[in-house]
């Protein structure tokens, strides 16, 4: 699922947008100001901002600049009613990818939304694994009823590289180059834990099959 920060001190009409984005499968946090929303942008990792501009203490825009200027390149839409084009001009410079102007229709900034993130980052799709457990390519994470699993970055990397060669051969020399740098030790008792702990998110149990003296194949 793709994570989303709103900023906006709109509080009935942050609630709106919260709910939308949910029935989308998206997951939402909302700052009412621009501290909150660093503050939450230190604690989680997001895919997409969606920013209104005249919000408390840091507005949209600074807040922006102050995300860039950290090498913060997370796409961003603006949510705005102003409609002088300095202000639209400025919003461009911070960094920002698009803007909407308020009142904002909810099917267009589902829209924008999806545009953002396919020009940004990877087509927009997540893959279902089975038992409501999601991969997100974009952020590279693993979600079981919208919860991060928090799974360890090698079994994530693996899940990965499986996934682009599903129903193809995975050899054992394509899994060390991947998990593994040239410096790095590995051993084959720390691929076979991997190996089943990436069993254990499909819903077929058997769907990695071991090919002895070969490698493996992800049937999905």
Known sequence: MYKI????????????LEDFLACEEFIVNIAKDGEEALSLNYENNYDLYIFDINVPKINGLELL???RQNSDSTPTIFLTSYKDKDTLKEAFLKGCDDY???PVDLDELLFR?????????????QINLGNNIVFNPISK????????????????????LF???RNEIVTKDMIISRLWSASQSYSEGSIRVY???????????EAIINLKGIGYKLEF
Request: glycine share 2%.
């Open 5 to 16: 920060l709103i900023l906006e001190d709109d509080t009935l009409f942050a609630n709106t």
């Open 65 to 67: 600049k102050l995300l």
């Open 100 to 102: 909407i102007k308020k």
């Open 113 to 125: 939304i999806k545009a953002v993130l396919k020009r940004n980052k990877k087509e927009f799709k």
């Open 141 to 160: 994470r693993v979600f079981e009823d919208g919860v991060d699993m928090n799974l360890p970055i090698k079994v994530l990397e693996m899940l990965e």
């Open 163 to 165: 996934l682009e060669n």
């Open 195 to 205: 190996i089943n702990q990436l069993k254990k998110l499909f819903e077929n149990k």
